[in-house]
């Protein structure tokens, strides 16, 4: 089991090397599951799943840091830089702009 503080360190390519490595384990695990393989084999589906998914986070972090990395200083930011609050959220009134506001 590899530990996500360990994928952060190694480059684009060794990630993706080793997805390409968990997904292949995880194919042959399936077919041991399939074929009656041992139970040990059908205990290890579980890891290898939480590995890959270990990996798809580590690089999809990677990749949003190289964007907002590229989009400083930008004049608009992209959409999958901006903030997810509601959709009710994000159309409320600022806190400088409800001091503007006057009372009735």
Do not use: C
Not at 19 to 44: C, Q, Y
């Amino acid at each position: 089991m590899v530990k996500a503080y360990e994928l952060r360190g190694l480059p684009k390519e060794e990630l993706l090397k080793t997805l390409a490595e968990n997904r292949k384990t995880l194919a042959d695990l399936h077919v041991a599951k399939v074929t009656g393989g041992a139970a040990s084999k059908i205990a290890k589906i579980k890891q290898v799943r939480k590995s890959i998914a270990r990996v798809l986070t580590v690089h999809n972090q990677q990749q949003k840091e190289g964007i907002r990395k590229a989009a400083a200083g930008s004049k608009f930011v992209s959409k999958d830089l901006r903030v997810k609050t509601t959709r009710a959220m994000r159309r409320a009134l600022t806190k400088e702009q409800r001091g503007k506001k006057t009372l009735k």
